[in-house]
């Protein structure tokens, strides 16, 4: 069997949507971000909250008075063009795309199709950004001149200008909460209930509405799991041995964000927090439709003896409201 995999691969337009991009950007993968995924939407990319306010009954009488308008808050994703580009020698590239092969007990290993390979070729790169979206989604700062995730600003620079603003002016309404150290038994169940009560009154109405989540640290994730599993209980007893597929704390999911190991490499960051807020204020944007250039390449260079892969498209992440989000952070962030 032939260790170089020559055929070259290109993806625009709908197959780059169908093929390569929309299936890490739905399904239950998507959904445990805990944002909004606004895929491919109409540029300008902009993010929507409707409320309604007031009480929408009255009197019966003749005539039309459809009383005041629901208010609708907006803002504009500013997406920014980034590329990905890997590379790999042709023998390490083969071994992980046969790695992906033989995971599959339906393929036959005696007679590899091109399509075969095209899928683990996909699902390898798909894979590695994936994740650097998800990274850059909270730790990207396009002012950063040394470092990884740059590409596109995300949700904690803008909190921390937010928070900034808050103190110097007091114009901004975001609620920020001091974390404790999470080396104590119930802390994060503390910081939890202090993090509810500090919350705008708007925010906690919504609760009812299903949509509220408790983006944190995997440290703060931890102490709440250890403190869930030190309760006396029969139900803590078996979830200690077989784990939990997701934890709540009064019906409100809570997401690990899992960015620990990349806050340790920047000290403008805050490296622990928890943001409680409705899933639906916060959103990343991706677009591969409405800009030029945008694609997905994979091919075989012989001169360097090297699999490549490329992919170009827009992306972008913000969040709409200050004051539905209530954030803990350290004390000198």
Known sequence: MSRIIENPKSYTGRELETIFFRPMLSGPDAIDLGVRIMY????PTMLNFWHREGDVLQKYAKGWNGGELAKRFQKEIRLSKVKAEMGYSASD???????????????NLD?????????????????????????????????????????????LKAIKAD?????????????????????????????FERMWNAADDRLTAMKDEGNLVIQCTSDIYLNYE????DKPLESAFAALQQGRKGLRWHGIPIVDVKVGSYLSSFADMPQSFAILTDKRNMALAVNTADFPGNEVRMWYNPDEMENRQRAIFMAGADYLLPELLTVAVEADV
């Open 40 to 43: 491919n939407m109409p540029v």
């Open 93 to 107: 590239y083969f071994g992980m795309i046969y790695e992906l092969i033989t995971n599959s007990g339906a393929v």
């Open 111 to 155: 007679d590899l199709s091109g399509t075969e390979l095209e899928q683990a070729e996909t699902t390898l790169f798909r894979q590695a950004i994936a994740e650097s979206i998800r990274a850059t989604m909270w730790l990207g700062d396009t002012e950063r001149t040394n470092g990884s995730y740059t590409s596109f600003n995300g949700f």
């Open 163 to 191: 928070l900034q603003t808050t103190a110097n002016t007091g114009k901004s309404f975001i609620r920020n909460v001091k974390i404790p150290a999470m080396s104590g038994a119930d802390a994060a169940i503390s910081l």
């Open 226 to 229: 250890k403190s869930l599993e």
